[in-house]
């Protein structure tokens, strides 16, 4: 079935600074990858999302970028803020595969 | 349009007890999905269902755990004669149709509700 890995496991930045967190995912098959944010006690809130016919996607200050010859995507934070603080996860599915396989998720610490 | 609604938010319970918990999927959504998040760890697939049927329950323990999703009312997460290791917080999604069939709308999304946090004492 689908592993799908994540690094780093806690990163620390300064206010203004970029974070980037990498997934890779064994599955070739699989077509939908999205990120979550979860703040402590809270749910899982989806942030962004791209599909495999896509190699970039952006929301204001998030990016993600997927490489599928490799199998891994990446999340790009810049402009880091202290609200940006929280566990971020990423994710994967295939066509047809009605359940998401999660890393194990970042905790995203920045620093005014 | 409220969002997935769960309940209780907490839920303590003592080991040997049995422990139920809710989910009400967003209006309109006929698909929930259960996952189970242990402690510093990543959500774990438990059980896909629609209503009245269970479609995948893969990812749920062969003993104690059972899932249901009747045709009026919420759907049912049932943990019977708990252990210390139920402890988690588990996390209901919705969608309104088959999550996974691969296309581009904002259907495809899945949106968690807000948890429970299940305690064993």
């Known amino acids: 079935g689908e592993n799908v890995e994540q690094h780093p496991s806690t990163l620390s930045v300064q206010e203004g600074d970029s974070a980037v967190i990498k997934c890779t995912y064994s599955d070739s098959a699989s077509n939908y990858f999205p990120w979550y944010k979860q703040e402590l006690g809270k749910r899982p809130q989806l942030i962004i999302d791209?599909?495999?016919?896509?190699g970039e996607k952006k929301d204001q200050r998030i990016a993600v970028t997927l490489n599928k010859t490799a199998k891994h995507f990446s999340l790009h934070i810049t402009e880091t803020q202290p609200e940006d603080s929280a566990v971020y996860f990423c994710?994967?599915?295939?066509?047809?595969?009605?359940?998401?396989?999660f890393g194990t998720g970042t905790r995203l610490l920045v620093s005014p | 349009n409220a969002g997935v609604m769960q309940n209780p938010r907490h839920l303590v319970r003592r080991r040997g007890q049995e422990a139920r918990l809710r989910c009400s999927p967003m209006?309109?959504?006929?698909?929930v999905y259960w996952y189970r998040q242990l402690p510093e760890e990543g959500l774990k697939f438990m059980v896909y269902?629609?209503?009245?049927?269970?479609?995948?329950e893969s990812g749920m323990p062969k003993e104690r755990f059972s899932a249901e999703f009747p045709k009026e009312g919420p759907s049912i997460l049932r943990i019977q004669q708990v252990v210390r290791g139920d402890s988690a917080a588990y996390f209901c999604?919705?969608?309104?149709?088959?999550f996974g069939t691969g296309s581009e709308s904002a259907n495809e999304k899945l949106f968690f509700g807000s948890g429970t946090q299940l305690s064993v004492l």
């Open positions: 994710a994967a599915s295939r066509p047809g595969f009605q359940k998401l396989v």
């Open positions: 269902l629609q209503k009245e049927n269970i479609i995948d």
């Open positions: 999604a919705s969608s309104p149709r088959m």
């Open positions: 791209i599909r495999s016919n896509v």
């Open positions: 209006k309109g959504h006929s698909h």
